[in-house]
């Protein structure tokens, strides 16, 4: 009989380290940055809402706080991360501040998220209560509905 061969040993390898150089070619920082900031800026109802008001024009932050019914201060902090994400823009024109959808041209992750939140919500009540909301508040006089916040 032959002797029984002692079994065949498998030269392990070292685990491999990754190449991050490669991930880093396809996902910049910049890309990194901008996913965080969108879904920081997506994580909050509040926020959502805001920017969805914003899908038929732009609207003045007076607007926007008399359809959110919330405090000038938490509607501006909220506007703020959206503007950090690259979801709206803001102009002045003299004591007002204007926000819109920002131009998907600066932000295509921007573009998609917002395609995204559309498609998801467009049966929402809330959603449509705000729409009618926002229909009212088009109409009224900028400088009557911001009194009460100037004061």
């Known amino acids: 009989m032959p002797p029984a061969s002692s079994p065949r040993k498998i030269p392990l390898e070292s685990p491999?380290?990754?190449?991050?150089?490669?991930l880093h070619d396809e996902v910049t920082e910049q890309a990194v940055h901008d996913i965080l900031s969108i879904t920081k800026a997506l994580s909050?109802?509040?926020?959502?809402?805001?920017?969805?008001?914003?899908?038929?024009?732009?609207?003045?932050?007076?607007?926007?706080?008399?359809?959110?019914?919330?405090?000038?201060s938490t509607v501006s902090k909220h506007m703020n991360v959206l503007q950090q994400a690259r979801l709206v823009e803001r102009r002045k024109r003299g004591k007002w501040c204007f926000y819109r959808l920002?131009?998907?041209k600066d932000g295509p992750a921007a573009k998609r998220a917002?395609?995204?939140v559309v498609a998801e919500l467009?049966?929402?009540p809330t959603i449509?209560?705000?729409?009618?909301?926002?229909?009212k508040v088009r109409k009224q006089d900028l400088e009557k509905l911001s009194a009460c916040y100037r004061a």
């Open 122 to 124: 467009r049966d929402s």
């Open 128 to 135: 449509a209560r705000d729409a009618e909301r926002i229909r």
């Open 44 to 72: 909050d109802e509040t926020r959502v809402r805001a920017l969805l008001s914003l899908k038929d024009g732009e609207l003045c932050l007076c607007q926007i706080i008399e359809v959110l019914g919330l405090a000038p």
């Open 114 to 116: 917002l395609a995204w």
């Open 102 to 104: 920002a131009d998907s």
């Open 16 to 22: 491999r380290r990754l190449d991050y150089t490669s």
